[in-house]
């Protein structure tokens, strides 16, 4: 072959490959000073571009050549949180716009949480993620314990197990909006079949999360039979009542009435914001609770037991109120405070850091990739964090009139 | 059924080892009494069950997890930060078992382990069976017994529940008894006990489980202790 026409060949490929690479990213950001609503559609573009692993949306998005040939490639291990919050924030935004083209992304984000059930091959074990591959990749290695499987039902993926209470409150949370504000009947009947199958396993193993080897997953323990946080109590009452609500089958409701009855669940979880000391303040479990309240207290109607939610709301309205928005959910927090209780908490303050919410930058970093031979290459590529919390609390406060289309 | 156990218990548990005396601990060392003790649940896992009366000799066992800088005695190749000195080594189960090897002394056995983290009457958690928050180590950086409320097991070893997970010498095997089939079963994973700072508070019981490969830690932030045998005199 002619040196120049071997240069040729060669020259093609790269432009291919590079092509190829560069193809897969969303790459405009907006910046600043730009409205909250361009912001947001900016994020949004980002996030469904750069993140959307067949429906799922992923937290954490590495870039090639670190993610070798897929721009998805990253920690894994929470992306439930980010696809619940997208199908929310879809929910909502359907809501308002009634827009076919915004429902049918929301479809597509919960088909996507039906595959993480249908990856493991368990009727009612959900993943907390998946890869589209038949070989495990890098970051299997170093970004997650040793709890990827291939897939048996689903032959070519593989899956991440040890789901934990907050996946498992993500999934009632976001399948629930969806069931509630955006699903047509179709789904709403696919909603409801998987939370049946979801919830129903978890109350068939004592209220447990167990992993395909039928023990408790780390941070799966809602069992009345075992010492567990109050937080965890929160989260069963507000499963169940989401599920019952959904599917209308009885279990679920005698399972949450029977938690109350004999297990004081009613009781245990009114403290389960931790206030003092003070640095055992979480943020964390606080978006869980944020979550399981604002569900489940739209959803009863008992009075009494309306009062001991509120009683857990206002422990956390305690620290909530002079929170520092240093994280875009404790944002979420305030406009769910006023959601649930109507009461007019929004300051020009806390105005302002709505306006002013921002999703990530992406930024370059060296990665150190475990290789076949057992050696570590170093890599520098490009990462994203998520923005579907902000976009979320965008579309959320817009349901309920607290922010304005014109931010 | 309690009432039958903590009769047993009270009958194996005071019979007479007239050996045990005549052995002081070494230092960092507790001593656990030979004899039966209430091991496994039935309310956990069912690789706890079932809930039986286990025996074990005497045995002095170490008051706290294995720190960095013990493990750099041993290690000298083995770094950490100056300001986590005190913090239990987070190691394989090969270097855990060469640093006990080294140190004259040999991993816990499950039921050595058990016994010294919940006594002979078959509690919860090291220090009854009521939990709190601030009996916890729930912070690596916080051990050494200095969870809130610093309470020890009924022989006096700290930090069992929480902080880090502690290797045992034993391979996953399924208890006597016990008919639930696991694949994981076997020899090639080694059982850690006490949970970790890192999942819920379920897997900080006495009896809880968990299997682990015993050189591919992970994320999993494992330490061990060490046990000495007695010598017959």
Redesign the interface.
């Known amino acids: 072959m002619h040196n120049k026409l071997r240069l040729s060949l060669i020259f093609l490929c790269f432009v291919f490959v590079t092509l190829q690479i560069w193809a897969q990213k969303v790459n405009e950001f907006p910046s600043k000073t730009d409205p909250l609503h361009k912001k947001v559609a900016l994020f949004d573009r980002l996030m469904l571009g750069n993140h959307w692993n067949e429906g799922a949306i992923m937290q954490h998005v590495i870039f090639p050549p670190a993610g070798l040939d897929r721009p998805i490639v990253g920690s894994q291990a929470d992306c439930l949180d980010p696809t619940s919050e997208m199908l929310a924030a879809y929910s909502h935004k359907y809501a308002l716009t009634k827009d076919n083209k915004d429902r049918e992304i929301a479809n597509q984000i919960f088909e996507a949480i039906l595959k993480l059930e249908k990856v493991t091959g368990v009727s009612g074990l959900v993943a907390r993620s998946f890869n589209k591959t038949d070989e495990p990749l890098w970051h299997e290695e170093v970004m997650w314990y040793h709890e990827w499987h291939g897939s048996t039902s689903m032959p070519g993926y593989r899956w991440l197990g040890d789901l934990s209470a907050d996946k498992f409150t993500s999934i009632f949370y976001g399948v629930g909006t969806f069931w509630e504000i955006c699903a047509d009947a179709e789904y709403k009947k696919k909603a409801a079949g998987l939370l049946d199958r979801f919830i129903g396993r978890v109350i068939d193993n004592n209220f447990k999360l167990t992993d395909l080897d039928g023990k408790m997953t780390l941070w799966g323990n809602f069992c009345p039979d075992l010492p567990h946080q109050q937080l965890n109590s929160l989260e069963m009452l507000a499963a169940l009542k989401v599920t019952h609500r959904i599917t209308g089958k009885e279990r679920f409701n005698a399972a949450y009435h029977m938690l109350i009855d004999r297990y004081q669940y009613d009781d245990h979880q009114i403290n389960s914001k931790i206030l003092f000391p003070e640095e055992w303040r979480n943020v964390g479990d606080d978006y869980h609770a944020a979550r399981s309240l604002y569900m489940l207290m739209r959803y009863e109607d008992d009075p009494n037991l309306l009062n001991k939610y509120r009683m857990n709301l206002n422990r956390h309205w305690y620290d909530w109120k002079d929170i520092e928005f240093t994280w875009e959910s404790t944002i979420w927090f305030v406009m769910v405070y006023q959601v649930l209780t109507d009461e007019d908490i929004m300051t020009e303050d806390k105005k302002q850091a709505i306006k002013d919410m921002w999703g990530f930058e992406r930024r370059k970093k060296e990665f150190n990739i475990p290789q076949k031979d057992g050696s570590f290459k170093k890599i520098t590529s490009e990462e994203e964090g998520t923005a579907a919390a902000m976009i979320r609390n965008y579309w959320f406060g817009r349901y309920y009139g607290i922010i304005d289309e014109k931010w | 059924m309690k009432i039958f156990y903590t009769a047993l218990i009270i009958l194996i548990g005071t019979s007479p080892n007239f050996s045990q005396d005549l052995n002081e601990p070494p230092e960092g060392m507790v001593l656990v009494a030979e004899g039966g003790f209430i091991m496994g649940s039935k ?5 706890e069950k079932p809930k039986q009366i286990a025996y074990t000799k005497a045995f002095f066992i170490d008051k706290y997890e294995i720190s960095n800088t013990e493990f750099a005695k041993f290690d000298s190749s083995f770094k950490f930060p100056a300001s986590k000195k005190d913090n239990a080594a987070i190691v394989t189960w090969s270097q855990a078992d060469a640093y006990a090897k080294w140190a004259g002394k040999r991993l816990p056995t499950e039921k050595e382990w058990e016994k010294a983290a919940r006594g002979i009457d078959g509690r ?2 090291p220090w009854g069976n009521t ?1 709190d ?1 601030t009996y916890v180590v729930w912070d690596q950086k916080s051990t050494r017994g200095t969870s ?1 409320a610093k309470p020890a097991s009924p022989y006096g070893c700290f930090d069992m529940a929480g902080g880090v997970w502690e290797w045992t010498a034993d391979w996953y095997k399924p208890y006597p008894g016990n008919k ?1 089939p ?3 079963y076997g020899e090639k994973y080694k059982v850690m006990r006490g949970g970790s700072n ?6 900080i ?1 006495t009896s809880q489980r ?1 299997y682990l ?1 015993p050189e ?1 830690i ?3 932030p494992v330490g061990f202790r060490c046990v000495l045998d007695i010598e017959q005199k």
């Open positions: 309310y956990g896992d069912h690789d919860v958690f939990y928050n809130i639930t696991m694949e994981q890192f999942n819920n508070h379920s897997f019981r968990y490969l591919k992970s994320n999993y």
